[in-house]
C-alpha cells in the first residue's frame, strides 16, 4: 500500500518549499506559472481552491490537502466497516463523501447466496480496493492479494490526508512501528488503520500513529518517533 | 465511524485482564478540565472536558408563579443536547431520549441531594419563586456526556449569581448581576456511570467503549454529613445487572467518589476562588 | 443641525471592529471548526462532510449541497431564549448557507451534503455575521474545495452616522435619524456580496457608504480569518 505515497514523502524530506495558503489566496504571479492541483489561473496570478500546503515545482503550482474528507480513486486499498449487507453485496463505510459497495461477484471464495451474512455482517472490518469510482460512489474487490475480512486487533481512524507520514519514505516509518511494537499493520489510505499485537503493543503503535498524525508538519519526526518509541518500552 | 467488532471484541478481551484500550485501568477516569465564560449574559457558566468530551452549560434565572403544592420554594428546569457541533451521527431535530434521560438524571442529582435550598429562593410564597433554568450542551462527544453535564450543572450552579431583580415592580432586571451566589448546600452531588460491557464493568466509556456497552448504571452521591449518600440512580440499557455486579458499582463508586470527586472539588474551588 | 450620534457607546472608532477573537480547530471530532467572536459577540461552527445525504430523494443529481443550522444558547442572551429552532434560526439558516454556498465547488460531490453548524455562545448583536465568519473558517479548515473566502459584518447607520459592526445598544438608538443594522457578507477576492439584510431606514443616496464600511471592515476580518487557519489563536479581547 506504500507504493502510491512514496513520491510525495520523497519530495517532503528533500524540503521543497511549501507554504501554506488559504482558499482565494494568491500563491505566486508571472506569465510562466502553469495552474495544478486545487489551483486557478486569474490573469498572472495562481490562484488557491483549498486550504493546504502550496508548492512549486518548476512552472507548475499545486496545493497538496492536509485536511478534508478521503476522496476515492481507483486502485486505492481502503478498511471499510461493513454498513449494511444486501441481497447481492455489503455497503461499506469507507469514510468520504460516499458509501462504498463490495458486490458479491467480487467476493474471490464461494459464498452462499441465501447467507451473505455469514462472510460479513454489520460492524465487520475488511481490507479491499477499489476497482470503480462512479457517481454517487465506489465499487470495491476483494480480488488481490492480501485483502479480505480482518479478525482480531483493533481499526482506528485517522486523517486520510496524514496516511503518507505515517507510512513515511518506502515505508520507513510504518516499518519502525511494526516492528518497535511487534504489531501487525494495515494501513488504509482512507485513513482507517488495523492494528493487530498484544494489547501493550497496538497500544504503544496507536500513540505512535497519533503522535505522527498531530506532529505531522514537525521536523525530525522520525526521530520523535524512535524516540517515542524507544522510551518505557 | 461507528463501532467496528473487532474493536467491541477487543474492548471485551482486555476487560477481562483489567485493561483497556488507551491504558486505563477500568475505573480510571480521563483528565477532567473544568473552565467557565462562556457568556457574560448567563447567570453562571461553565465548561468541562473529560478527555475530548466536552460540554458547556449556563444557568439562567427568571421568576415564576410557585406550584400549588410548594408555595415557598423555588423551581428548576434542567435541559440537554447533543448539539450537532458534537459529532457526525447527531442530525438536527427535537431532543432525542439520550439527551432527555441526561438531563432528567441530572436534575434529579441535583433536586434529591437538598444542593439547593429551594425555601431562600421563594420571593413571596404563594405568588413568586425564582426559576432556575440549566442548559447543556454537548459540544464534542467521546464518551461519558453523562458524566460530563453533571458535573458542569454543579460548576454552573456554583458560579451562579443572582440577578438584579426590581421589587417594586416584581420584574427581573435581565442583564444586570447582583453579588450574591444561589442559596445552595454543601450536599455537592457528583455522578458517575458504571457501565456493563460482557462480563465486565468500567467507568468514564469513551466513544467505542460507551457504544461497546450493553448496560450501564449511573449514581448520585452526596456527602453532606460524614456518610456518603445515594441521591439518584438510573439502569440503562437491556441487559440486565447482577446482584454481585451491583455490589462491585457501589464498591467503586465509593473509590472513585473519594479519588474523582476530590480531583473535581479541587478544581472548582480554584475557579470559585480566580473569579 | 448638529448629530445626535457623536459617540459610539464603547468608545470605538465609526470605523473600528470591537476586539476580535478567532481560532480553529476546536472540535476534535469535526472535519473543519473554528470560534470568532466580535467583542462580547462569540460563535462556533463545524463542518461535517461532504457526506452522504440521507433520505435520497433529498439528493440533488447534480451538485452536493450545504445544510446549514444557526442556533442561539438559551443562555447566549440576557433573558433565555427557548431552545431550538424558531422562525428567526430558520431564516438565518438559509441566508448563512447562501453566504457560504456561492463560493463552494458544490459540482465536485453531487448528491453529497456539507454540514454546517453555527452555536452562538454569546450574544451582543452581529451574531450571523460572527457565524458565517467561523463557518466560512471551519469549511476552509475543512478542506472543502473553495473559490475564496467569505467575512461577514454588520454596518450601522446611527442617526446620520455609519458605523462598523453594530453592537446592541447602538440597535436600540432612536434619536435623529434612528437605527439602521446591515448585514453583510462578502468574498475576499471577487468583493461579492453574497448575504446582505437590512432593517432600519437609509437613504438611497447613502447606501453605497455602507458598502464601502462593509468592504473595508471585511478585508480586516479576512486578515484575522488567514491568520487563525495559519495556526495562530488571536484573543486580543485580553489586555
Known amino acids: ?233 | ?275 | 443641525m448638529t448629530s445626535t450620534f457623536t459617540k459610539r457607546p464603547d468608545k470605538r472608532k465609526f470605523d473600528e471592529l470591537r476586539p476580535i477573537k478567532a481560532e480553529t480547530g476546536i472540535i476534535p471530532n469535526a472535519d473543519g471548526s473554528a470560534l470568532f467572536a466580535f467583542g462580547e459577540t462569540v460563535a462556533i461552527a463545524a463542518v461535517y462532510g461532504p457526506k452522504p445525504l440521507h433520505p435520497a430523494h433529498m439528493q440533488d443529481p447534480e451538485r452536493g449541497i450545504i445544510r446549514c443550522n444557526y442556533n442561539m444558547l438559551p443562555f447566549s442572551v440576557t433573558e433565555r431564549a427557548k431552545p431550538g429552532p424558531n422562525r428567526r434560526s430558520k431564516e438565518i439558516s438559509m441566508v448563512a448557507g447562501n453566504a457560504l454556498a456561492s463560493v463552494v465547488d458544490l459540482a465536485r460531490f453531487p448528491g453529497t451534503v456539507i454540514d454546517v453548524e453555527i452555536l452562538i455562545l454569546q450574544a451582543n448583536a452581529s451574531t450571523r455575521c460572527a457565524g458565517i465568519n467561523a463557518a466560512a473558517m471551519a469549511l476552509a479548515q475543512a478542506g472543502v474545495v473553495m473559490k475564496e473566502m467569505v467575512s461577514s459584518v454588520s454596518i450601522g447607520k446611527m442617526d446620520d452616522k455609519i458605523v462598523t459592526d453594530v453592537i446592541k445598544e447602538e440597535e436600540d438608538w432612536e434619536e435623529g435619524e434612528g437605527a439602521t443594522d446591515i448585514a453583510f457578507s462578502m468574498t475576499s477576492r471577487t468583493k461579492q456580496i453574497t448575504h446582505l439584510q437590512l432593517d432600519g431606514i437609509i437613504q438611497t443616496q447613502r447606501f453605497m457608504e455602507a458598502v464601502e464600511a462593509a468592504r473595508v471592515a471585511c478585508e480586516k476580518i479576512h486578515d484575522y480569518q488567514i491568520r487563525a487557519l495559519k495556526g495562530e489563536k488571536i484573543d486580543e479581547t485580553k489586555k
Request: contains cysteine; hydrophobic residues 35%; aromatic residues 6%.
Open chain 2, 1 to 275: 465511524m461507528n463501532l467496528p467488532n473487532i474493536n467491541k471484541k477487543r474492548i471485551i478481551s482486555l476487560l477481562k485482564d483489567g485493561k483497556r484500550l488507551d491504558g486505563r485501568k477500568p475505573f480510571e477516569y480521563r483528565d477532567i478540565e473544568i473552565e467557565t465564560g462562556i457568556s457574560i449574559n448567563a447567570e453562571g457558566t461553565s465548561r468541562v472536558r473529560i478527555g475530548k468530551t466536552e460540554v458547556i452549560v449556563g444557568v439562567k434565572m427568571s421568576t415564576q408563579e410557585p406550584y400549588t403544592d410548594h408555595e415557598d420554594e423555588g423551581t428548576m428546569v434542567t435541559s440537554m443536547e447533543f448539539s450537532q457541533v458534537a459529532g457526525e451521527r447527531y442530525e438536527s431535530g427535537p431532543p432525542q431520549m439520550d439527551s432527555i434521560e441526561i438531563a432528567r438524571v441530572v436534575d434529579r442529582g441535583i433536586r434529591e441531594s437538598r444542593f439547593i435550598d429551594w425555601k431562600k429562593l421563594c420571593i413571596k410564597a404563594g405568588e413568586k419563586v425564582w426559576s432556575i433554568m440549566i442548559d447543556i450542551y454537548c459540544i464534542n462527544d467521546d464518551g461519558d456526556v453523562m458524566d460530563a453535564s453533571a458535573i458542569g450543572a454543579v460548576v454552573a450552579l456554583r458560579l451562579a449569581r443572582f440577578p438584579k431583580y426590581d421589587k417594586e415592580n416584581e420584574a427581573v432586571l435581565y442583564g444586570e448581576f447582583t453579588d450574591d451566589p444561589l442559596p445552595l448546600t454543601d450536599h455537592v452531588p457528583f455522578t458517575m456511570t458504571f457501565h456493563k460491557i460482557g462480563e465486565s464493568l468500567l467507568a468514564d466509556p469513551n466513544r467505542d467503549e460507551e457504544d461497546a456497552a450493553d448496560s450501564r448504571i449511573t449514581l448520585s452521591v452526596s456527602s453532606g454529613k460524614k456518610e456518603k449518600m445515594i441521591n439518584a440512580m438510573q439502569k440503562g440499557g437491556i441487559i440486565g445487572i447482577t446482584i454481585q455486579e451491583m455490589e462491585e458499582i457501589i464498591t467503586q463508586a465509593e473509590k472513585v467518589y473519594d479519588k474523582v470527586f476530590e480531583e473535581v472539588e479541587k478544581k472548582t474551588k480554584n475557579l470559585i476562588k480566580s473569579k
Open chain 1, 1 to 233: 500500500m506504500t507504493t502510491e505515497n512514496t513520491e510525495i514523502i520523497e519530495e517532503h524530506e528533500e524540503k521543497i518549499e511549501r507554504k501554506l495558503v488559504i482558499p482565494g489566496e494568491v500563491i505566486v504571479t508571472g506569465d510562466d506559472y502553469l495552474p495544478g492541483d486545487f489551483t486557478r489561473k486569474e490573469g498572472k496570478e495562481v490562484v488557491s481552491n483549498r486550504f493546504g500546503l502550496a508548492e512549486v515545482s518548476g512552472r507548475v503550482v499545486k496545493i497538496i490537502p492536509i485536511s478534508g474528507v478521503f476522496e476515492p480513486r481507483r486502485g486505492n486499498t481502503v478498511i471499510g466497516r461493513v454498513e449494511d449487507v444486501t441481497f447481492n453485496g455489503w455497503l461499506i463505510d469507507i469514510g468520504g463523501p460516499y458509501s462504498s459497495f463490495l458486490p458479491l461477484a467480487e467476493c474471490p471464495r464461494f459464498i452462499n447466496r441465501n447467507d451473505i451474512g455469514e462472510f460479513a455482517t454489520i460492524g465487520d472490518v475488511l481490507s479491499a480496493k477499489i476497482w470503480n469510482v462512479k457517481k454517487g460512489g465506489a465499487d470495491l474487490t476483494l480480488k488481490s492479494r492480501g485483502l479480505g475480512k480482518l479478525e482480531g486487533g483493533r481499526l482506528i481512524r485517522i486523517n486520510p490526508h496524514k496516511v503518507p507520514r505515517v507510512i513515511g519514505k518506502e515505508g520507513s516509518m510504518i516499518n519502525l512501528i511494526k516492528d518497535a511494537t511487534k504489531t501487525e499493520i494495515t494501513v488504509g489510505q482512507n485513513g482507517y488503520i488495523w492494528l493487530k499485537g498484544d494489547s501493550e503493543g497496538e497500544e504503544k503503535a496507536e500513540n505512535a500513529i497519533n503522535l505522527i498524525v498531530e506532529e505531522s508538519t514537525a521536523s525530525g519526526l522520525t526521530e520523535k518517533v524512535e524516540k517515542f518509541l524507544g522510551g518505557n518500552k
